[in-house]
């Protein structure tokens, strides 16, 4: 099992850049491919990035793609989500979750596969 803590979210203006920083505990962190998710008010919880255990491989959904870059150091135990050029329409609370099961380059989208979630940090872009 493993516990996760956000940080790193806040309200910035559109076109500015955050840095998401996703702590985990124990020992196994770099037995889990990681994502980052988020959930804007009224809408469904969505992938925003994946990272493999290795971080050799990543996927992002298209809406961030080219503005948002996940990286994971297995020796502190960390996922980061660095976001720039953010939009009002990023504002979400955003997720960090653990998948136990995607070995290799697997990576899965779909919430259900990852089993271990974080409380979510906020992310507000103002216009």
């Known amino acids: 099992q493993v516990q996760l803590v956000e940080s790193g979210g806040g309200l910035v203006q559109a076109g500015g850049s955050l840095r998401l920083s996703c702590a985990a505990s124990g020992r196994t962190f770099r037995s889990y491919a990681m994502g980052w998710f988020r959930q804007a008010p009224g809408k469904e919880r969505e992938l925003v990035a994946a990272?493999?255990?290795?971080?050799?491989?990543?996927d992002y959904a298209d809406s961030v793609k080219g503005r948002s870059t996940i990286s994971r150091d297995n020796a502190k135990n960390t996922v980061y989500l660095q976001m720039n050029s953010l939009k009002p329409e990023d504002t979400a609370v955003y997720y960090c979750a653990a998948d136990p099961k995607a070995m290799g380059l697997r990576l899965s989208r779909s919430e259900d596969e990852y089993d271990y979630w974080g409380q979510g940090t906020q992310v507000t872009v103002s216009s």
């Open positions: 990272v493999t255990r290795s971080g050799i491989r990543t």
